[in-house]
């Protein structure tokens, strides 16, 4: 584990996505004292499980790092403090060189430690959004509590306003318009997005029709789908700046052939799939819509119910496919804001590779025409 300081812990607590941070301190502050976090720990060793995680774009000074080319890596952080956020803390990236050894002399834990796999299965996925980490984790048999898979703070303070226009026909079949009705939506919207155990609103369990112990996966998975669609709706100013400025891109210093036609290759194929992956997203939200539908204006709850319980299914192809798209966005911000230094021809190379890999999917190889020289 390096000793170099991590700042703005404090400030990353109280504003970050939940794509980007998994803030297992907060769940410990919040759920450490009920029994579901110490029967079923996301990670055995005690340190590791009141860390946080985050997807770190990283410096030109880290990708020697590893072993091969990446843009954004998984970074465990340990606070020096966990009571003062603001002293910082020490980290180690998942699958950096010399990985497994930096973890046994920081952790005492060896290579063969189920922690390990826990960390190499989140450094697979885009993002580590709680419904995408769910799925990932229970295909490689983490049975992690419910308390770990929580939105952040500072994202359900952005969703309130959306999820609120989104269940506005549900309260208004249940209880007409009018200023209670209005009430009615706002407290379901937060009982919805609530974090908090045994936060149950009666009426929308017998509304959904589900059973008490259906009640709390139905919720999370219906708000899986409400956290998609606001995800989507707030990414797409961004997402057609970016694909336009991907086929304007004007990298400087020398080229060879080679790269010239990757790269020209690369601004039509990566505009093309970037909104493709888009289209792919909202007809996957499609099948929500039709199913909300099915409940507001034909009076179905029992198709919506069975739709959210068999949801899960569906949640990890939306958090690749959306944790690709959210990678783009916020690396291209990065690395080509108003500040930042030109581009040269072998890093446009390596971050068009990166983008193309992350949009095809997961252990996809993408060829490189640097192989053919």
């Not at 891109?249 to 690369?266: F, L, N, Q, T």
């Not at 009076?299 to 068999?310: Q, S």
């Not at 190379?349 to 190889?365: S, W, Y």
Request: charge should be negative; aromatic fraction near 8%.
């Amino acid at each position: 584990m390096t000793d170099r300081a991590v700042r703005n812990l404090e400030h990353l607590r109280r504003t970050a996505s939940t794509a980007r941070v998994l803030n297992l301190l907060k769940v410990y502050d919040e759920h450490g004292d009920t029994d579901d976090w110490h029967e079923r720990p996301m990670f055995r060793t005690p340190a590791l499980n009141t860390s946080l995680i985050i997807k770190h774009r990283l410096r030109r000074n880290e990708t020697d790092s590893f072993p091969g080319r990446r843009q954004v890596a998984t970074k465990v952080v340990v606070p020096i403090d966990s009571a003062d956020l603001k002293t910082g803390g020490r980290f180690v990236f998942v699958n950096q060189i010399g990985f497994e050894r930096a973890m046994q002399e920081a952790f005492g834990i060896a290579a063969d430690h189920p922690d390990l796999k826990t960390l190499r299965l989140m450094d697979q996925l885009p993002s580590l959004d709680p419904f995408l980490l769910r799925e990932q984790l229970r295909r490689g048999e983490v049975d992690a509590a419910p308390c770990y898979f929580a939105l952040s703070e500072a994202d359900l303070e952005r969703m309130l306003t959306f999820v609120q226009s989104e269940i506005e026909p549900l309260v208004t079949l249940s209880m007409g318009d009018g200023v209670a009705a209005v009430g009615s939506t706002a407290r379901m919207a937060s009982k919805i997005l609530s974090n908090a155990p045994g936060d149950r609103l009666e009426a929308l369990r017998a509304t959904l029709r589900l059973e008490p112990e259906q009640y709390q996966e139905g919720v999370f998975c219906w708000k899986g789908f409400l956290y998609y669609k606001w995800t989507l709706a707030s990414l797409m100013n961004d997402i057609v700046v970016v694909a336009d400025e991907v086929g304007t891109v004007k990298p400087v210093g020398p080229s060879d052939r080679a790269a010239k036609e990757y790269i020209d290759r690369g601004r039509s194929v990566l505009r093309g799939r970037i909104m493709k992956t888009c289209e792919e997203v909202s007809r996957t939200l499609r099948y929500y819509d039709d199913a909300y539908a099915g409940l507001t204006r034909d009076g179905k709850p029992l198709a919506f119910r069975d739709f959210l319980l068999e949801a899960p299914a569906l949640f990890a192809r939306l958090g690749d496919q959306l944790g690709a798209v959210q990678h783009i966005v916020s690396f291209w911000r990065f690395r080509f804001g108003p500040k930042a230094p030109p581009v040269g021809v072998d890093e446009l190379i390596d971050i068009f590779m990166d983008f193309e890999t992350g949009l095809m999917g997961r252990e996809i190889d993408v060829y490189d025409p640097r192989d053919a020289a």
